[in-house]
C-alpha cells in the first residue's frame, strides 16, 4: 500500500548525505603509479558522492515505479489522505506494517545491491592498480 515511502526515505537522508560529500570532496583524486620519479600510469578514481549517486537514482527510481503501480491499482489517491489505507484506522495498520516489512525490506535490498556494485568497482579499481604496477616493473 505505502511501501515506497521506506525507499523514498532512505533516498532523501541518501541524496542529503551525497550533498554534504559532495562539498567535501573538492577535487577528483588521480591514481598515479611511479617509479623512480617518473610518472609510469594514471587513472581517475571514482568519487564517493558519484557511488552515492547511483544508490539514489536507484531509490528514487524504484520509488517511483512502486509509486505508479500503487497509483495504478488505485492505494494512492490524489486527494487528502493520499493513501486510501490511511481513511480507515484498520487498514492503517495494515499499511504500517507493510511499511516496516515489505518497504523497508526492499529498501535494504537496493542498498546491498548497491554495495555489491560499489565493491566490484572497488575491486576493478585495485586491479587496474595493481596492473599499472606489473607494467611499469615489467618496462623497467
Not at 106 to 134: D, F, H, N, P, Y
Request: net charge neutral.
Amino acid at each position: 500500500m505505502a511501501c515506497f515511502i521506506a525507499c523514498a526515505a532512505e533516498a532523501a537522508i541518501t541524496t542529503i548525505v551525497t550533498k554534504i560529500v559532495e562539498k567535501k570532496e573538492k577535487e577528483q583524486k588521480d591514481l598515479q603509479v611511479s617509479f623512480d620519479g617518473e610518472k609510469v600510469e594514471s587513472a581517475a578514481k571514482i568519487p564517493f558522492s558519484r557511488k552515492l549517486k547511483w544508490l539514489n537514482r536507484m531509490l528514487w527510481g524504484g520509488s517511483a515505479l512502486l509509486m505508479f503501480e500503487h497509483i495504478w491499482h488505485g492505494e494512492v489517491i490524489p486527494y487528502f489522505p493520499f493513501l486510501t489505507a490511511a481513511a480507515n484506522p484498520e487498514d492503517a495498520s495494515q499499511m504500517l506494517r507493510e511499511m516496516a516489512t515489505v518497504g523497508v525490506s526492499m529498501a535494504v535490498l537496493v542498498t546491498l545491491v548497491w554495495l555489491g556494485i560499489v565493491g566490484i568497482t572497488s575491486l576493478i579499481e585495485k586491479r587496474a592498480v595493481k596492473e599499472a604496477k606489473e607494467n611499469a616493473a615489467n618496462e623497467n
